[in-house]
């Protein structure tokens, strides 16, 4: 009789997957609510960690493709977007193949199986994934073996629930046959319905209920309920607000306001440092050890503040995984002088609250003071997601020399390779010098005699070196000509061009380059973003 008949592994397949999605949304309104971990994206990360570079720059080039061709507005977060829905199908398919081997061994065992057989799957998947998670995760906040019972205690529900759906359903007629029409009961495939119509509404409902009451603050002072405070653009002026030349319609803002500004975070989600349970310990080869609360970094040190843009080295040419904005902090210079280091040259090394890490050169630090600890982006602390508590910055470098959520500086003899650097990305990382077109406005021509002007414009960057040179070239056969320079908000800014082109109708490709404040001109030679920055002129095709 085909009552009889097991349910097979590929019922236990769609079993487990169906459970998994429930339990993620458990685990997701956990997380939102009391803080819990978050275990796939922990999984996501581990794996990324330990996964040789090339195939996270192989996943990484694979996402940031699909968001150029699906025309996604902003790279750095559809990025992120991407990797959280892969965490999740990764849990997925851990479910799916679970519940199939399960199903597959289930099925000499005498009905009802016992309970028992479901709750060692779910520790022996429960156990290793908190054991991860309290190892690597550093943005729950929850108390770490709070996080850690509870990621076993939701595994071991999905693994009872297994074994519950699997007695219900060894126990059932199978999909093809009616129950007999007195008994008040189900087919298999209407049980299998009802189970996907109720895991559907856990998930929706813990999806829904997460993102409700959840909402991760953006700042500490947020996170305590403090009214949002006025930002430093709100109430001053850009310093170069009468500069001569005006951006082109069109052209990004000059300051990047913090909300706007591109992330780039190795992690899932950032750590979440607590004001109250951090210092700055500067410690190693020194004759006077420090260490720092952030009030004491604030009011011991005179407060510098520099507009700088920030570029990763990952920024295709014309990207927007680039951003300025005004920093305050300290000069790292003020710190080294204060600690006595006891050796000549050697390093900095940098600790975060992530797994990042890097190294500055100490007579880098001691030559330059714009290399700075920084603690505010526009006046205010910086967000969670931008580093906050401390981060650095260094001139000249990509963001992947820079490290956010800082914890320690060693002085150390002995250098040691950056976190990017061991996956094999460029160990100077210097920026690129790359000029970008962000508009053709046709739509706010200028009437010059008889000549009708099209305003072209964008920014060009090469770091603190400067730009001293932009040009623009319509069409193949065109020639240079140089465009207008706008004064920069400072030296370590992008600067923004402006080239108003006298009009022809019909399609048009735009060429910009640059020349950097040493003279040296931007390469034509194109390169990928790997290993040293991308490389090339930025052009624009538009139909006039
Ligand atoms: N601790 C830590 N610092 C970090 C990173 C990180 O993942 N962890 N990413 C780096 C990279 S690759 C870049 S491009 C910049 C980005 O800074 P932003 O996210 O504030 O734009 O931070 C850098 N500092
Ligand atoms: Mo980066």
């Given at each position: 009789m085909t009552q009889n008949e097991r349910p097979n592994?590929?019922?236990?397949?769609?079993?487990?997957?169906?459970?998994?999605?429930?339990?993620?949304?458990?685990?997701?309104?956990?997380?939102?609510?009391?803080?819990?971990?978050?275990?796939?994206?922990?999984l996501f990360d581990g794996l990324a960690r330990v996964l040789p570079g090339s195939v996270i720059r192989f996943g990484i080039d694979a996402i940031v493709s699909i968001i150029a061709a699906l025309n996604l507005e902003d790279t750095s977060r559809s990025a992120k977007t991407a990797e959280h829905i892969l965490a999740l199908l990764q849990f997925m398919v851990i479910g799916a193949a679970a519940g199939a081997v399960f199903f597959a061994a289930l099925r000499r065992q005498a009905v009802p199986v016992p309970r028992w057989p479901g709750l060692v799957l779910g520790a022996l998947l429960g156990l290793p994934l908190a054991t991860l998670s309290a190892a690597i995760n550093t943005a729950a906040t929850a108390l770490p073996l709070?996080?850690?019972?509870?990621?076993?205690?939701?595994?071991?529900?999905?693994g009872a629930a297994l074994v519950v759906v699997y007695?219900?359903?060894?126990?059932?007629?199978?999909?093809?046959?009616?129950?007999?029409?007195?008994?008040?009961?189900?087919?298999?495939?209407?049980?299998?319905?009802?189970?996907?119509?109720?895991?559907?509404?856990?998930?929706?409902?813990?999806?829904?209920?997460?993102?409700?009451?959840?909402?991760?603050?953006?700042?500490?002072?947020?996170?305590?309920?403090?009214?949002a405070p006025l930002a430093w653009s709100d109430s001053n002026p850009l310093p170069n607000a009468s500069a001569a030349v005006a951006p082109a319609?069109?052209?990004?803002?000059?300051?990047?306001?913090?909300?706007?500004?591109y992330r780039i975070d190795i992690n899932s989600l950032p750590p979440v440092v607590r004001e109250e349970d951090w210092t700055l310990s500067v410690f190693g080869q020194v004759e006077n050890p420090l260490e720092l609360t952030l009030a004491e970094l604030r009011a011991n040190y005179e407060p510098v503040d520099q507009f700088i843009t920030l570029s990763c080295i990952s920024n295709p040419i014309g990207g927007d995984l680039i951003g300025t904005q005004r920093w305050t902090g300290v000069p790292l210079k003020r710190l080294i002088e204060q600690v006595k280091p006891?050796?000549?040259?050697?390093?900095?090394?940098?600790?975060?609250?992530?797994?990042?890490?890097?190294?500055?050169?100490?007579?880098?630090?001691?030559?330059?003071?714009?290399?700075?600890?920084?603690?505010?982006?526009?006046?205010?602390?910086?967000?969670?997601?931008?580093?906050?508590?401390?981060?650095?910055?260094?001139?000249?470098?990509?963001?992947?020399?820079?490290?956010?959520?800082?914890?320690?500086?060693?002085?150390?003899?002995?250098?040691?390779?950056?976190?990017?650097?061991?996956?094999?990305?460029?160990?100077?990382?210097?920026?690129?010098?790359?000029?970008?077109?962000?508009?053709?406005?046709?739509?706010?021509?200028?009437?010059?005699?008889?000549q009708r002007l099209v305003p072209v414009?964008?920014?060009?960057?090469?770091?603190?070196?400067?730009?001293?040179?932009?040009?623009?070239?319509?069409?193949?056969?065109?020639?240079?000509?140089?465009?207008?320079?706008?004064?920069?908000?400072?030296?370590?800014?992008?600067?923004?061009?402006?080239?108003?082109?006298?009009?022809?109708?019909?399609?048009?490709?735009?060429?910009?380059?640059?020349?950097?404040?040493?003279?040296?001109a931007?390469?034509?030679?194109?390169?990928?973003?790997?290993?040293?920055?991308?490389?090339?002129?930025h052009s624009r095709r538009q139909n006039l």
């Open positions: 592994w590929l019922t236990g397949a769609g079993v487990g997957a169906l459970l998994m999605a429930a339990l993620l949304a458990v685990l997701y309104a956990a997380a939102q609510i009391i803080g819990t971990p978050f275990a796939p994206f922990d709070l996080g850690a019972a509870w990621i076993v205690a939701v595994f071991l529900a999905w007695n219900r359903l060894a126990a059932l007629p199978a999909a093809d046959e009616l129950p007999p029409a007195s008994a008040h009961t189900l087919n298999r495939r209407q049980f299998l319905v009802r189970l996907g119509g109720a895991t559907a509404t856990i998930t929706v409902v813990g999806a829904g209920v997460g993102a409700l009451l959840g909402n991760a603050p953006e700042s500490q002072a947020a996170a305590e309920g403090e009214a319609p069109g052209t990004r803002a000059e300051l990047t306001p913090v909300s706007r500004h006891t050796i000549n040259g050697g390093y900095v090394r940098i600790r975060t609250a992530d797994s990042f890490h890097e190294v500055v050169p100490l007579n880098h630090v001691l030559n330059d003071e714009r290399i700075m600890l920084a603690y505010d982006w526009d006046g205010l602390p910086l967000t969670i997601g931008h580093g906050f508590p401390l981060r650095i910055y260094i001139p000249d470098l990509y963001g992947m020399k820079q490290p956010k959520w800082i914890v320690s500086l060693e002085i150390h003899e002995e250098y040691e390779e950056g976190y990017w650097v061991r996956r094999n990305w460029d160990e100077a990382a210097l920026v690129r010098s790359t000029a970008v077109i962000d508009t053709v406005a046709a739509d706010s021509s200028i009437q010059q005699g008889e414009g964008g920014i060009a960057y090469a770091g603190a070196r400067g730009i001293s040179r932009v040009e623009v070239k319509v069409d193949e056969g065109g020639d240079w000509q140089p465009a207008q320079l706008r004064t920069p908000l400072s030296d370590t800014t992008w600067v923004i061009w402006r080239y108003d082109w006298p009009f022809t109708p019909g399609q048009h490709t735009f060429y910009v380059r640059c020349v950097d404040g040493n003279g040296v931007q390469t034509e030679r194109v390169s990928d973003t790997f290993p040293s920055g991308a490389t090339g002129y």
